[in-house]
């Protein structure tokens, strides 16, 4: 009977399935409103119909697909307000968390978060853009775990793939990996010496700047797009 028993540690091919497509689309390998063609796609992923309409429906969920009447599902449109409301949010979230994080850090807490940083500093370094990504939810994460805020990360992890969606466009901009790494290590040493205020402020700040230019990218990709 052991052979039949199940690997909760290995992704199912729907999950699989969910992340390639997740990450095709927030890093812009599918375009704001390009048609996805479930055919074309069990071509292109190698996976049957039926695991690409789940996955769809999911992505629907996340905010990053769109069904469109007498069109089928497309990439969702980025909206500005849409994307000043997120920033707010986070702003808001984020910078609470950074307030309570620095208020009840630990030495051991604080070295947990600068090895992330570490890694994403590298990741910016390599250009490895999917991992810079993936390694910022992590500190997040850990942020908000030792924060206590459990309940503000649930909602902020209902939000990640349109952050992810928005971060991915800050990152590739030129000079955004040393200004990002600058803003975060100001928050950290804020964090380190159990100030709340500087904190929150130094998160707030970094939120603000990330809107900007999120805001400024989707400018000029409009822009591209009209004079195409």
Do not use: W
Request: aromatic share 4%.
């Amino acid at each position: 009977m052991s052979d039949l028993r199940i690997d909760r540690n290995a992704k199912t091919l729907r999950e699989l399935t969910l992340d390639k497509l997740r990450g095709a689309i927030v890093q812009g390998y599918f375009c704001p409103g390009a048609r996805l063609v479930e055919r074309t796609l069990c071509d292109e992923l190698g996976v049957s119909r039926t695991v690409v309409r789940e996955v769809l429906r999911h992505l629907e969920t996340e905010g990053l697909v769109e069904i469109v009447a007498r069109q089928g599902p497309i990439v969702a449109r980025l909206d500005p307000e849409q994307i000043g409301e997120i920033y707010e949010l986070r702003g808001l979230l984020e910078a609470n968390a950074a307030r309570a994080c620095a208020e009840q850090s630990t030495p051991e807490l604080v070295q947990r978060l600068r090895e992330v940083r570490k890694s994403i500093e590298k990741a910016f370094e390599q250009q490895d853009l999917p991992r810079v990504l993936d390694d910022t939810e992590r500190f997040y994460e850990a942020l908000f775990e030792g924060a206590q805020k459990h309940v503000s990360l649930a909602v902020v992890k209902t939000l990640n793939a349109r952050i992810n969606r928005l971060r991915a466009l800050t990152i590739a901009m030129p000079g955004r990996g040393g200004e990002s790494n600058r803003e975060m290590n100001k928050l950290l040493d804020a964090i380190e010496r159990h100030d709340g205020d500087a904190a929150a402020a130094a998160s707030f700040a970094h939120i603000k700047r990330a809107a900007e230019l999120a805001l400024s990218a989707l400018a000029r990709q409009e822009e591209a797009a009209g004079s195409a």
